[in-house]
Nanobody
């Protein structure tokens, strides 16, 4: 059984940085899609970034391009989300999620396709 566990959230001031980690346990295979999503209060899950674990191709939501970086360290079974120049609008619970059967493609930001999900980590950015 695959399990995902996020860590690294916290409270920062606008302009600050955080690095989120998603530890993967179990047989997660390799040629599939890992995404980072976030959910702000009263809003739907929003795709932030994704990485194709078979070749490292990355995908980003327009409003985080140039600020966020997704990466994977296969030796540590961990996917990271480096977040820089954080804004109050980035405040949300952040989740990592895995679609174990497919690559990312055009639907990388659809929460419903990701069958394995972590419990989330809170990120709060104050102005």
């Amino acid at each position: 059984q695959v399990q995902l566990a996020e860590s690294g959230g916290g409270s920062v001031q606008a302009g600050g940085s955080l690095r989120l980690s998603c530890l993967i346990s179990g047989n997660a295979l390799s040629r599939n899609c890992m995404g980072w999503f976030r959910q702000a209060p009263g809003k739907e899950h929003e795709g932030v970034a994704a990485i194709y674990r078979g070749g490292g191709i990355t995908y980003y939501a327009e409003h985080v391009k140039g600020r966020f970086t997704i990466s994977e360290d296969k030796s540590k079974n961990t996917v990271y989300l480096e977040m820089n120049r954080l804004e109050p609008e980035d405040t949300a619970i952040y989740y990592c999620a895995l679609d174990i059967f497919s690559g990312c493609g055009d639907t990388w930001s659809r929460w419903g396709r990701f069958g394995f999900r972590g419990q989330g980590t809170q990120v709060t950015v104050s102005s």
